[in-house]
C-alpha cells in the first residue's frame, strides 16, 4: 500500500513533518512512520510515491547498522507492538521506535563536490560557507576535501541556511561543533567509499544529531537516504554539468517545466513521473544495499 498520510488511533500525534509522522509512545520512546508523500521546493505533492517510505526507512537502517559504532536513536523495538492491530499495515516496513532526544539545532552538512548551494556560493566569492577554496573548480568536481558546512534549522515553512562554522560555534559551542563535525566527516568518508564500490558517488549529505540523557552525541532522523543525499551514478558522472541522481529531482525537473508560482497547491503529478521517482528511490536502495523490497 502507498501512505499519504498516518492515522494512528493508538499514539497520540507529536508533529507531522514532510514527510515523517511521529508519535508519542512514553517518555523516553516515539514512534516514526515515514510516508510516501514528497516534497519539492517545500511543498507537498498530493500524490504519494510508491515505496518511498519504505525505501528510506530500510534504508537508513542498513546505514545505522553499518554505523552501529556510533550511537544512533533506534531501540529496535517492534513498531507493530506499540499500534492495533487494524494500524500494522500503516507501520509495517517503515516505522521505527526510537529514543527521545534534545536535538543539536543544526543541519550536519558534508559535501565532497561541489554542486547546489555551495556550488553557487563558489561561483560569487571562492568559499562554501565561508572556506576558502581554489579557484578553478567547476560544478559538480570533487572537492579538495571532504568539507562540514553546517546550516541551521529553519522553521517549518522555511529554508535552513547555510552558515559559518564560527557562527555554528557560536550557535552550540566549540566541542559539540567539533565532535558533530568529527562524527559526520567520518561516517560520510566511509559510506562514500562503500558506495563508490558500488558504482554510486555521494555527492554530499546530511546528518542530524541529538543528546540523549548522558548528554551523549547520538545520531537520528534519517541517515545517508535519497531524501538527505545526493547519490549521482558514477557511470554517468562528468565535471562541468550537474550529473542525474538518483532523488526527486525527476519531480523537481518536471516542476520546473510547469507554469508554477511554487506555493501550494502544487501541480498534479503525472503518473509517468511518479513512476520514474518511485523507481529511482528503490534503483539507489538495491544499488547500495544489495537488497530488494521483498
Not at 163 to 182: A, E, F, N
Not at 254 to 270: F, G, Y
Request: a negative charge.
Amino acid at each position: 500500500m502507498t501512505l499519504l498520510k498516518s492515522s494512528l488511533e493508538s499514539l497520540p500525534l507529536i508533529h507531522q513533518g514532510k514527510v515523517r509522522d511521529i508519535y508519542d509512545i512514553d517518555q523516553r520512546k516515539m514512534l516514526i512512520v515515514t510516508t510516501d508523500r514528497l516534497s519539492a521546493f517545500d511543498v507537498i505533492m498530493g500524490e504519494p510515491i510508491p515505496y518511498k517510505g519504505e525505501v528510506l526507512t530500510r534504508m537508513a537502517n542498513f546505514w545505522f547498522d553499518y554505523f552501529k559504532d556510533i550511537p544512533n536513536h533506534l531501540t529496535h523495538e517492534n513498531p507493530e507492538d506499540y499500534v492495533l492491530p487494524d494500524e500494522i499495515r500503516q507501520v509495517k516496513g517503515r516505522a521505527i521506535v526510537v529514543k527521545k532526544l534534545i536535538p543539536i539545532p543544526i543541519e550536519a552538512i558534508v559535501r565532497g563536490y561541489i554542486i547546489g548551494s555551495g556550488w553557487k556560493e563558489y561561483q560569487l566569492s571562492q568559499t562554501i560557507c565561508g572556506i576558502g577554496l581554489p579557484e578553478g573548480l567547476k560544478q559538480a568536481d570533487r572537492l579538495p576535501q571532504v568539507l562540514f558546512t553546517p546550516s541551521n534549522k529553519a522553521e517549518q515553512g522555511q529554508h535552513d541556511e547555510n552558515i559559518t562554522l564560527d557562527q555554528c560555534r557560536k550557535l552550540i559551542g566549540d566541542d559539540l561543533t567539533q565532535k558533530v563535525s568529527d562524527i559526520s566527516i567520518e561516517i560520510y568518508s566511509k559510506a562514500a567509499a562503500l558506495a563508490k564500490a558500488k558504482g554510486i558517488i555521494i555527492a554530499d549529505t546530511k546528518f542530524e544529531f541529538g543528546l540523549d540523557s548522558d548528554n551523549q552525541v547520538t545520531l537520528m532522523d534519517e541517515v545517508l537516504t535519497p531524501d538527505s543525499s545526493r547519490f549521482w551514478p558514477e557511470e554517468s558522472y562528468q565535471v562541468g554539468v550537474s550529473p542525474p541522481s538518483f532523488d526527486k529531482q525527476y519531480v523537481r525537473d518536471w516542476l520546473e517545466s510547469q507554469t508554477w508560482n511554487k506555493k501550494a497547491p502544487a501541480p498534479k503529478l503525472p503518473k509517468n513521473v511518479i513512476d520514474e521517482t518511485s523507481q529511482k528511490y528503490i534503483e539507489v536502495f538495491f544499488k547500495i544495499t544489495g537488497k530488494g523490497l521483498s
